[in-house]
């Protein structure tokens, strides 16, 4: 798609706007109103300053990792340095790559920092996750609320006149909209859509970097992160993105009137339409304690990308990651479930199988590649790092290795059963070609993962 669109503006560059631009707000409320939009001093200044220093304490104690990423079956480091923090247990896997959370404080859960700022940091973190959980919640009912009125009111364009511009300015939703009445089945929805279980935060200094790429379709500049969806979310669900720039005085927003397009000091984030040549892309500054949410379906319609300034920049993107096979819940489940089919003779404690119909060997040599390559491999292939904030994997690690080999043992005796005589030839044939298929796998992933 990238290439075909490339292919036909040929040389060509598509506009953008900017809030400098006499068009921006009408382009934002027509074609991005699901952006939110909000600037640092809506923020209470004790969470800014939490927050600030909890970026500051990871980066001290090096807890910024670039991610070795698969793309088209190459690996390439992210330029873009990254932490995962978050509900314990969960995991975010983004181009082949499996991030595990390093936990933040949760109810429940003995989880041993490697120092009491590591653990202040993650505090500060889960804070920030609860209050932009809220932003979200209250941006999602205004939206309602414009939608309904607008549909049976008339009289409500004219105040929507402002509505993108107010976006930019300082304050929120008043009262009357923050806590509209809303349905109960949509107040699940809500809740289900904005509830965080993570955060990717992320780290850059761009005047460290050798090389940035650079905007392809609209001449933005240097680019920290291509043009993109986020991936693995709960469907429909916002993504909150707070914006830390370390910004001193040599880096300060360019007053040049001359000046055409964005700022090239200042951090913006990129909006476009996605495969789309018609509609102008929006380029927005970043700075220092802002943030905004991708609200409803944006991040599926449209593409985001992080254009970069002169200053290091931290900043810290709060998901509901869908998490149904990501969890160590589901995982220890699946191997429960594997290990129905293995038993131990009372007498010899010899080990053998309950079952060798194809379904049921399917179904565990499966999980079996599951463990390995989404777990095991994906957490050593780069996880000793997690080590610098917690050793809270370790223990979930050291029982899913114990899982593992006992489904090795099973791989083992089915091979061994195959070998009876008192195994037909068809049955032989039928529990061989599926078995085959899976254990092909399992070598083909193998020889990959090895070479990775």
């Known amino acids: 798609q990238k290439k075909k669109l490339l292919e036909e503006l040929g040389g060509s560059r598509l506009p953008y706007m900017t ?42 104690h090096d807890c910024f990792f ?105 304050g929120s939703f008043s009262k009357d909209q923050s806590s509209c009445c809303v349905p109960e089945d949509d107040c699940t929805s809500l809740n289900n859509r904005t509830s965080y279980n993570l955060t990717l935060l992320n780290y850059m200094d761009p005047l460290q970097m050798l090389y940035l790429k650079q905007e392809p379709y609209f001449g933005m500049g240097n680019m920290a992160v291509s043009w993109h969806h986020d991936e693995n979310l709960v469907e429909r669900s916002t993504v909150a993105v707070y914006s830390y720039s370390c910004e001193g005085s040599s880096v300060e927003e360019t007053t040049d009137q001359k000046l055409k397009g964005r700022d090239p000091a200042v951090w913006h984030v990129g909006l476009k339409v996605a495969w789309d040549i018609e509609t102008p892309g929006l380029a927005i500054p970043l700075h220092q304690g802002d943030f905004y949410l991708m609200l409803d379906d944006l991040n599926m319609t449209h593409q985001h990308c992080v254009l970069a300034g002169f200053s290091p920049r931290f900043s810290s993107t709060h998901r509901v990651a869908d998490c149904s096979r990501g969890t160590l819940e589901y995982i220890f489940g699946q191997c429960e479930l594997a290990l129905q089919n293995l038993q131990t003779d009372s007498n010899s404690m010899a080990l053998s199988l309950k079952s060798l119909e194809t379904a049921v060997v399917k179904q565990v040599e499966e999980i079996h590649n599951e463990v390995e390559f989404e777990w095991l491999r994906q957490f050593w292939f780069q996880g000793k790092r997690y080590l610098k904030c917690t050793d809270w994997w370790l223990k979930p690690m050291a029982k899913l290795e114990e899982f593992w080999r006992k489904m090795e043992i099973m791989t083992s005796l089915v091979l061994h059963e195959v070998r009876k005589k008192e195994q037909t030839e068809e049955q032989r044939n039928e529990t061989i070609s599926c078995f085959l298929l899976v254990l092909t796998e399992r070598q083909r992933l193998r020889k990959e993962w090895t070479a990775r």
């Open 19 to 60: 809030p400098a631009d006499a068009d921006f707000h009408q382009l934002w409320k027509t074609k991005y109103s699901k952006l939110i939009f909000r600037k640092s001093e809506t923020v209470p200044e004790e969470l800014h300053q939490m927050v600030q220093e909890g970026f500051l304490t990871l980066r001290k």
């Open 66 to 170: 670039q991610d070795l990423v698969r793309i088209k079956g190459k690996d390439f480091f992210t330029p873009v340095s990254r932490i995962l923090i978050g509900n314990p247990g969960c995991t975010y896997k983004y181009l082949n790559t499996r991030l595990f959370t390093v936990p933040w404080p949760t109810e429940g859960y003995e989880i041993k920092y490697c120092s009491p700022q590591i653990h202040d940091a993650c505090k500060a973190l889960i804070k920030l996750n609860d209050y932009l959980h809220i932003e979200a919640v209250k941006a999602l009912q205004g939206q309602d609320l414009f939608e309904t009125k607008e549909s049976k009111d008339t009289a409500v364009i004219d105040r929507e006149q402002n509505f993108a511009a107010t976006l930019m300015e300082k």
